[in-house]
């Protein structure tokens, strides 16, 4: 049995520091594609909603996501407009990035060219969510070893 971050078990759904990070990368990255600087937007909702550690925290971290994206970002599950996997990688590896930071590198190597440092950040991102109760879960499952390739499950419907 093997851990796959990939195939992160979402019995209950998201729960709130989930949905909220969510929200928040996903008018990040639609402010992106309308061509609009999405710092302050996303900033201010978020320090409203959490606090202003929070949203820059999250600013910070989004810019060194930008920064160290091998693709554009996906946003939305093209088929059903469910959560993307790359929504799932970045919201995954930040719950995972003080429990198992090797792990949520290697959940983000496939989207990033150098995880480490986001990890670093979202290290710091979580534990800013958590002090104002919008704590991320560690979100991983075991699965049998089938093959040396990770499989990619499904979106997050």
């Given amino acids: 049995m093997t851990t796959s971050p990939a195939t992160a078990d979402w019995p209950e759904g998201p729960t709130l520091g989930e949905r909220l990070l969510l929200r928040a990368i996903r008018e990040w990255t639609d402010l992106k594609a309308a061509q609009t600087p999405p710092n302050r937007p996303v900033a201010q909702a978020l320090a409203f909603r959490a606090s202003n550690r929070v949203a820059g925290l999250f600013v910070a971290w989004m810019q060194m996501v930008d920064a160290t994206l091998r693709r554009p970002l996906e946003s939305k599950c093209a088929v059903c407009g469910g959560v993307s996997q790359d929504e799932q990688r970045l919201l995954v590896s930040c719950g995972l990035a003080a429990a198992a930071p090797s792990v949520g590198e290697e959940l983000l190597e496939p989207l990033l060219f150098d995880a480490r440092p986001c990890l670093v950040m979202a290290r710091a991102l979580n534990a800013a969510l ?28």
């Fill in 130 to 157: 958590a002090a104002e109760g919008y704590a991320l879960p560690v979100r991983l499952r075991e699965v049998t070893a089938v093959s040396s390739t990770p499989q990619e499950g499904p979106t997050l419907h």
